[in-house]
């Protein structure tokens, strides 16, 4: 029994595996042919696409097509348009330039016939003058070549004449006008230039607070003394002077340095070699600041812009120099203010004249360190540092070291000349002053007719009386001259010299 229901079973799970199969068969058949239809669906749409898009580019490429050569028949109609036009005005030119040549040619005939006639004109009138020049040759004897050389040496002679007398109305007016001019331009930059002049000493003093203050300052054996005196190259004069010592030393540079040393170790109270070495170091830092200070403020005063920081440098330098006791920077200064009030009365550039003026003896700095005169060495300071040529000419040019080519280095001799001819400005020993007057009444003297002569004004006029019987009215302008030209030859002076010559005629009579 048991053995039926398990065949039963087995049975019934076979004929259930078989009915499972075949179902599931059929359904993946039906799903593979709906698979194929849909596949050949999508190819065919997609073949139909395609062949839209086709026909869309084929479309699209033949309107461009269109398009381009409708683009290009318009412009292959414009090219066609413009020459047309061309070729119309080449041929409008071509008959201008055919109608123009027929009347040159017109007129090329006419000219051709108008030489021929002028030439048989000019033949006839060749036959009458030399008819006539053969007819004055027989009146006046002479030959024509004869009778030019007479007129013309006879107009020339006339010429040589007035144009002498010419000449020397045209000087004497020029030489009046020019000094009239030069004595105004002169005394405006004298007038509107006031500055000051201190001559400059060799000797500067320090106040000590106590005599006691002079023996340290010695030191032991005289070793302080020493040290200073070595150290800044200034003697040291201590005498009976209470409370001060005196400085000696033509370098004003070195006093200055010794001068604040001093005044250093005295405010210090610690006064021996090491020490003094030290302050010496120190000042001569102060005095390099100073004289930094002291070239900015004169560029500064002389209103000039732009210039090298080396050349203010040496500008500075020359606050510690004298010409004649006369301060050099100060006359420096005084020269750019002079030069820069001539050169504005003139027309020319003030700025340039005031800064030629200003380092016109920039040499004087490093004179005593390179060798030439200060001028030569000024214009090499003024090239190396690229100032303007003509600033460079003229510091060349100042003491006509070279010939004057420029005006503005005519304008600063007459500047240099002023600052340094005015009264108090310069000194001179006694010995050399007495000389020079000597020389000047010796030289006045030497002269035939001269009866006294006196040198005053400080030298800078000699008025000489001459005997009137031996000298006339018109021999006294050539005596002046002469000794004026003798002066120049045989002396140095500052400035200019007046030759005044007197000639008085008297007749005395006693009633008795």
Known sequence: MDIIYIIIGVCCLAVGFLAGFTWRKKIA???????????????????????????EALIEVKEEVLRTKNEADREIKERRNEVFHLEKRALQKEENLDRKLEALEKKEAECANRIKSLDSKEKEIESIRAKELSVLEEYSQMTAEEAKQVIISKYEDEAKHDAAIRLQEIEQELRESADEKAKNLITLAIQRCASSQVSEATVSAVVLPNDDMKGRIIGREGRNIRTIETLTGVDLIIDDTPEAITLSSFDPMRREVAKLTIEKLVADGRIHPARIEETVEKSKKEVDAIIKKEGEQAVLQCGIHSMNSELIRLLGRLKYRTSYGQNVLMHSVEVSYIAGMIADELGIEPALARRAGLLHDIGKAVNHEVEGSHAQIGAEIAKKYRENRDVVHAIEAHHNDVEPQTLLAVIIQAADAVSAARPGARRENLESYIKRLEKLEEIANSFDGVDKSFAIQAGRELRL??????????????VARDIAKKIEDELEYPGQIKVHVIRESRSIEYAK
């Open 29 to 55: 058949e039906a799903k593979i042919g709906s698979a194929e239809e849909q596949a050949t669906k999508i190819i065919d749409e997609a073949k139909n696409e395609s062949e839209r898009k086709k026909k």
């Open 465 to 478: 009386m001459v005997k009137p019987e031996v000298i006339n009215d018109d021999k006294m302008a050539i």
